[in-house]
């Protein structure tokens, strides 16, 4: 069974950079589609970006379109999210999830479709 574990976040000013990581343990992420969400207190876990399980294929929300990029590194078994231009409104605990997929370019925006989650790892953008 697969362990996700998100790192990277942090205290950034208004305009600065993040590099969020998503690294797996236990098994290897080749054949999973993964998506990264955030969550702010008390709301429901929003869609932020996905990628599909041979890397070909991204989707993004439109309010990281062009700011945030996802991508993966098969050799260390691991997702990243950069995130430039942060926002006040980035703030939030981001999370990434995976699904294992028969090798198709399925890609997962409803948290309820993927299976496989990380802890959380907050995000704070100050004004």
């Known amino acids: 069974q697969v362990q996700l574990v998100e790192s990277g976040g942090g205290l950034v000013q208004a305009g600065g950079s993040l590099r969020l990581s998503c690294t797996a343990s236990?098994?290897?992420?080749?054949?999973?589609?993964m998506t990264w969400f955030r969550q702010d207190p008390g709301k429901d876990r929003d869609f932020v970006a996905a990628?599909?399980?041979?890397?070909?294929?991204?989707l993004y929300a439109d309010s990281v379109k062009g700011r945030f990029t996802i991508s993966r590194e098969y050799a260390k078994n691991t997702m990243y999210l950069q995130m430039n231009n942060l926002k006040p409104e980035d703030t939030a605990v981001y999370y990434c999830?995976?699904?294992?997929?028969?090798?198709?370019?399925?890609?997962?925006?409803?948290?309820?479709?993927?299976?496989?989650w990380g802890q959380g790892t907050l995000v704070t953008v100050s004004s």
């Open positions: 990628i599909s399980w041979d890397g070909r294929s991204t």
């Open positions: 999830a995976g699904r294992q997929t028969p090798y198709n370019g399925n890609m997962y925006r409803d948290a309820k479709s993927l299976d496989t």
């Open positions: 236990g098994r290897t992420l080749n054949s999973y589609a």
